[in-house]
């Protein structure tokens, strides 16, 4: 016999509808906050308990809803914002659809207060989809929404939830969006009674730019007009994955043909991006998901001309083909001319290193590395320091130590001090105009890879590191943290604290106090980013492992370059460095450091034997 088809009891289908609305706690930031920016607030405050799963408080200045409005406002479809079928055509609020409150009653237990300018206030609670009281209240002007016990009445999908720092971090990101779409408007985030994230409201975007994201590395931006399209592009380069934030008209998008743009165009422009489109509202449908984040553009190709062309405007390092018709604006040159920062860095006679990624990126020449992938017996398969088996030689030999490995072939100096080095037994000759430099020995010249040289000794430091044997570097200076980086540091805080990072928490935000001795001029925010991205891109796993792949290609992007001009202490520093190595013959990728050409072929070239 067939099933008999039912109707589902209100109490059901009003979860399952909430359960598209309202995933996680952030979510009912999202939709909050919405409310209060189409109400027209100046000032929304979010606070938070426990991640927002214990209660989440949001509180706006803007029009209120009236005291006989607010059952409404609770009522499946009810909404002020459209009026007929007509209105979805052009969509210029946030919300429409009437979901947002009503799904919030469905699984937690929702207080309203509310009083429009002039107008007596109000005070409306519900639960399980139904008021329980209604009455007049004395409240300022403007709307005060308190969610209690996210899900509680849903265990099964309570247990989801990440832990309260993860929550945290997840309502952080949507308030930082929205904070830099719309500078006009003061933000406030609060966790447990510590403020995490504030803006004044100025409308200066830059401000509120460089307050979310960190005033350095410098911010880029780039705009276009084109008919009915207007965009705004900003851009602060970072190392790691892209963070892109993307709005159409105002609204917070997850949008495949926004981001892909971003993608094709910019592969090695990785760092932060918030994209401003603006549209004729009649070109674009937001009616696709319940939660509003997808959108359909009628004309995508044209979109993801625009978005692309941007993106490669803000650094591409050749010329830049732009549609006719469009007109661009930068406020800075293309980063093909900026120059490369020098890599080298000496701090009582040790090598430093640091991301040669100055205002703007220079050119890429070197190639890709392929993505890393696990191979046999713990190796990582594609890693840019896998490949160690030593390539063929030349005509001239390489230093390499003589089967079984006793121990180095050349001489070495003492390390507690620099004036050992040339002591009668090395003597630094000088750099080639190839780059390589030249070192007289007792056995006879060796020439040096300096690329190479540098590579290994960050590659031996930084496997140290992550093996936790490396040591911790203190910072001289705290470095302070942006908001959403210092959530995500919170989170990973027990993880993060055993590879050498120290993280201070404080009223006044959280700075970075140490971090794993990696090399003294790599950037202490640029390693925690990179750390960070590693442990949430990978999740499980082999922690060390994660860290070491991650710290590794750092590192051969910050070794110094063949043409960097180096001094003599920078020289003996390096050859000091790369000796006092487990493996000082080879870069991790397998090329020789070192080329040695012995006294006695020397002699025997020109006849004086």
């Known amino acids: 016999m067939a099933p008999r088809i039912k109707e589902l009891p209100e109490s059901v289908w009003a979860r399952i509808a909430a359960g598209e609305v309202v995933e996680r706690p952030a979510s009912a930031v999202k939709e909050m906050v919405e409310n209060a920016l189409d109400a027209g607030a100046s000032r929304i405050r979010v606070r938070l308990w426990d991640g927002g799963r214990l209660r989440i408080v949001v509180e706006d200045d803007g029009c209120g809803i009236a005291l006989d409005d607010l059952p409404l406002a609770l009522t499946p479809h009810a909404t002020s914002k459209i009026g007929g079928i007509e209105d979805l055509e052009a969509i210029r609020t946030l919300g429409y659809r009437g979901e947002a409150l009503a799904s919030l009653t469905a699984v937690a237990?929702?207080?309203?207060?509310?009083?429009?300018?002039?107008?007596?206030?109000?005070?409306?609670?519900?639960?399980e989809g139904r008021v329980s009281e209604?009455?007049?209240?004395?409240?300022?002007?403007?709307?005060?929404?308190?969610?209690?016990?996210?899900?509680?009445?849903?265990?099964?999908?309570?247990?989801?939830?990440?832990?309260?720092?993860?929550?945290?971090?997840r309502a952080a990101l949507l308030m930082r969006e929205y904070a830099i779409c719309r500078p006009e408007v003061s933000f406030v985030l609060e966790h447990d009674g510590r403020e995490v994230l504030s803006t004044d409201g100025s409308g200066d975007r830059r401000r509120a730019v460089e307050r979310l994201w960190g005033a350095e590395p410098e911010i880029r931006t780039v705009t276009a007009e084109a008919g009915h399209l207007s965009l705004e592009c900003w851009w602060q380069p970072r190392q790691g994955r892209n963070d892109i934030a993307a709005f159409v008209n105002g609204r917070a998008v997850t949008d495949p043909v926004v981001k892909g743009a971003v993608s094709a165009a910019a592969r090695e422009l990785t760092g932060n991006w918030a994209l401003f489109l603006s549209i004729d509202p009649s070109l674009v449908d937001v009616n696709i998901h319940p939660a509003k984040a997808e959108i359909r553009?009628?004309?995508?190709?044209?979109?993801?001309?625009?978005?692309?062309?941007?993106?490669?405007?803000?650094?591409?390092?050749?010329?830049?083909?732009?549609?006719?018709?469009r007109t661009w604006s930068t406020d800075s040159a293309p980063a093909g001319g900026a120059a490369v920062t020098r890599a080298a860095a000496i701090s009582r006679g040790g090598w430093g290193f640091r991301d040669d990624f100055s205002s703007a990126p220079p050119p890429r020449t070197a190639r890709p590395q392929a993505p890393f992938a696990r191979g046999e017996a713990g190796s990582v398969g594609s890693s840019?320091?896998?490949?160690?088996?030593?390539?063929?030689?030349?005509?001239?030999?390489?230093?390499?130590?003589?089967?079984?490995?006793?121990?180095?072939?050349?001489?070495?100096p003492e390390r507690e001090s620099s004036d050992a080095v040339p002591g009668g037994e090395i003597v630094w000759m000088g750099?080639?105009?190839?780059?390589?430099?030249?070192?007289?020995?007792?056995?006879?010249?060796v020439l040096m890879d300096p690329h190479a040289a540098h590579e290994r000794v960050g590659y031996e430091r930084i496997r140290a590191a992550a093996e936790g044997e490396g040591g911790v570097q203190p910072l001289l200076v705290p470095v302070p943290l942006p908001p959403t980086l210092a959530l995500e540091a919170e989170e990973h805080r027990e993880t993060l604290a055993r590879f050498g990072f120290d993280l201070e928490f404080c009223d006044g935000g959280t700075r970075l106090r140490s971090v794993p001795s990696v090399g003294e001029a790599v950037e202490p925010e640029a390693l925690l980013r990179a750390s960070l991205g590693a442990l949430r891109e990978e999740g499980e796993g082999d922690v060390a492992e994660l860290l070491w792949r991650t710290w590794a290609t750092m590192a051969c992007?910050?070794?110094?370059?063949?043409?960097?001009?180096?001094?003599?202490?920078?020289s003996l520093a390096l050859w000091r460095d790369l000796h006092a190595c487990v493996q000082p013959y080879f870069c991790p990728h397998g090329r020789p450091t070192l080329l040695e050409i012995r006294t006695e072929r020397l002699v025997g070239h020109f006849g004086r034997e």
Request: hydrophobic share 40%; aromatic share 6%; glycine share 10%.
């Open 109 to 127: 237990s929702v207080e309203i207060r509310s009083r429009p300018e002039g107008e007596a206030g109000g005070l409306i609670r519900a639960s």
């Open 134 to 169: 209604h009455v007049a209240a004395n409240c300022t002007p403007g709307t005060r929404v308190q969610v209690d016990e996210l899900f509680g009445n849903l265990p099964a999908r309570r247990k989801f939830l990440k832990s309260a720092a993860g929550e945290l971090r």
């Open 297 to 325: 553009f009628r004309y995508p190709g044209e979109v993801f001309e625009a978005l692309r062309e941007a993106a490669a405007l803000l650094g591409a390092p050749a010329p830049v083909t732009v549609r006719e018709g």
């Open 384 to 412: 840019p320091f896998s490949r160690i088996a030593p390539p063929p030689f030349g005509p001239e030999r390489p230093v390499e130590p003589e089967a079984p490995c006793p121990g180095p072939a050349l001489p070495l």
């Open 431 to 445: 750099q080639m105009g190839s780059g390589y430099l030249v070192f007289d020995t007792p056995a006879g010249l």
């Open 557 to 570: 992007k910050a070794a110094v370059k063949l043409t960097t001009r180096l001094s003599h202490e920078e």
